[in-house]
């Protein structure tokens, strides 16, 4: 398993605070996110590694790194896992279209997004895990799908293989689980949004527009890897209901990503493990909102990106960066404009500049509105408008306020 980075430090505050409720997507509608024991297990959708880490990228994962520090709050541990998509369409087309190896662009781009997610004290996985290291086991889950009818071949004119499809009418029989249970869209909605991220409706053969391919055959001139199912290389949504399945086990407590992932990649991931294991994926499917930049959505394909690794290199505090993320409830959806960072980094200088009062607000009472404020879907603006109260009045303990900062906002006040 590639390491993933270093955990930053969190200090311990006085009392516990409760497990948060959270928007589920799937019953749209707010679910405690306790776990049924105390292990709370984590599944977030990992980058795909080119042009990382741009500012939305920081703010999903952000969203759920403040998730594992009220968990952690509330006395529980976390299993965190996360995969890293080192083998698809779009890596590969990015490396021919720049004449780089897909392989060596993959590792600086992991590597650059581990320092930043380091830099921003980010909370790592335990376990982070690459695709191209578990093709043998999506090999297998694809194999015994196709045993049991559930995955079909397609015919495929430009390679000796067939491409391997997820058929989901027959999932839908034996699994627990419908085709938009997960994104609640109808028929027309997953068809368009499935033409617009990375599926392909329109291909001739398949028994349904919406079944999304779960093995690509061998092509010229593409990574390739020798398998049950045949040389090939995995689909998407499969390597994340494999890599959860063996890492989290199934019915874990939340599965994260941004908005763009609710269909189809949680949809089909969430079907795809249902029918290799029986049981539901997860409890709580959870998105963050995405950012958008110059009128658009921030993306790798419209290159209007603003990168973690530039606002680091120019000087801009993580804590900034952090606090200007926060600043919006992380479901959200919003436009970056570089004048946030000044607002940011004016709340961090009257936060590192709180007074000791005896007549300000009283520390705990801090402590007992923040932890209130994460509780409610993790409503960060609120739990820092509650320590803008303190750094405005004063307070009796700024050491608890900065301990508070740090152990569930990460911002270290220091
Ligand atoms: N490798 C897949 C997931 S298996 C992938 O979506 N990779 S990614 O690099 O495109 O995105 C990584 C994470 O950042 C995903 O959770 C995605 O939903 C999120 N993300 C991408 N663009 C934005 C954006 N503009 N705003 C917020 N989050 C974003
Ligand atoms: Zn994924």
């Known amino acids: 398993m590639p390491d993933?980075?270093?955990?930053?430090?969190?200090?311990?505050?006085?009392?516990?605070?409760?497990?948060?409720?959270?928007?589920?997507?799937?019953?749209?509608?707010?679910?405690c996110s306790s776990?049924?024991?105390?292990?709370?297990?984590l599944y977030v959708c990992g980058i795909t590694p080119y042009d990382a880490t741009h500012i939305g990228h920081a703010n999903t994962y952000l969203a759920f790194d403040t998730l594992q520090r009220v968990w952690l709050d509330a006395?529980?541990?976390?299993?965190?896992?996360?995969n890293i998509t080192d083998v698809d369409d779009p890596l590969l087309e990015r490396a021919?279209?720049?004449?780089?190896?897909?392989?060596?662009?993959?590792?600086?781009?992991?590597?650059?997004f581990r320092d930043d997610m380091a830099a921003l004290r980010i909370l790592p996985p335990q376990d982070y895990v690459a695709v191209t290291e578990s093709i043998d086991r999506i090999a297998d889950a694809v194999s015994s799908l196709r045993t049991r009818g559930i995955a079909y071949p397609v015919d495929t004119p430009d390679s000796e293989g067939d491409d391997l499809y997820f058929d989901v009418a027959a999932a839908e029989k034996v699994a627990p689980w419908r085709i938009g249970d997960e994104s609640n869209l109808d028929r027309d909605e997953m068809l368009r949004l499935s033409?617009?991220?990375?599926?392909?409706?329109?291909?001739?053969?398949?028994?349904d527009a919406l079944d999304p391919l779960l093995w690509r055959a061998a092509r010229d001139g593409e990574p390739t890897w020798e398998s049950v199912v045949g040389p090939g290389r995995p689909g998407w949504h499969i390597e994340c209901?494999?890599?959860?399945?063996?890492?989290?086990?199934?019915?874990?407590?939340?599965?994260?990503?941004?908005?763009?992932?609710?269909?189809?990649?949680?949809?089909?991931?969430?079907?795809?493990?249902?029918?290799?294991?029986?049981?539901?994926?997860?409890?709580?499917?959870s998105h963050a909102g995405l950012l958008s930049y110059q009128g658009e959505k921030m993306s790798k394909s419209l290159g209007n990106l603003v990168l973690i690794s530039d606002l680091l290199a120019d000087g801009v505090p993580a804590a900034g960066i952090r606090l200007a993320l926060l600043a919006h409830h992380y479901r959200e959806e919003w436009e970056w404009a570089d004048d946030q960072l000044d607002g940011a980094l004016h709340r961090l200088q009257r936060w590192r500049g709180i007074r000791s009062t005896e007549n300000g607000v009283p520390a705990s009472e801090v402590l007992a509105t923040v932890r209130a404020r994460l509780a409610d879907d993790l409503d960060t603006p609120g739990a820092l408008a509650a320590i803008d109260d303190a750094a405005a009045a004063g307070t009796d303990d700024p050491e608890?306020?900065?301990?508070?900062?740090?152990a569930l906002l990460g911002i270290d006040l220091g």
């Open 35 to 41: 776990p049924d024991d105390v292990i709370a297990r």
């Open 96 to 112: 021919n279209a720049t004449g780089v190896d897909w392989r060596e662009l993959a590792d600086q781009q992991i590597q650059l």
């Open 241 to 285: 209901s494999v890599i959860a399945l063996d890492h989290l086990g199934h019915d874990f407590t939340v599965q994260g990503g941004g908005a763009d992932l609710s269909f189809p990649h949680h949809e089909l991931s969430a079907g795809h493990a249902a029918a290799l294991s029986g049981h539901p994926l997860a409890k709580v499917y």
């Open 75 to 82: 006395g529980l541990e976390v299993h965190y896992a996360q």
């Open 195 to 207: 033409a617009e991220r990375g599926g392909d409706p329109d291909r001739p053969g398949k028994r």
């Open 4 to 31: 993933s980075w270093r955990r930053p430090p969190i200090p311990s505050l006085p009392g516990t605070g409760t497990a948060p409720w959270l928007y589920d997507s799937a019953s749209e509608s707010l679910q």
């Open 400 to 406: 608890l306020i900065s301990a508070i900062a740090d």
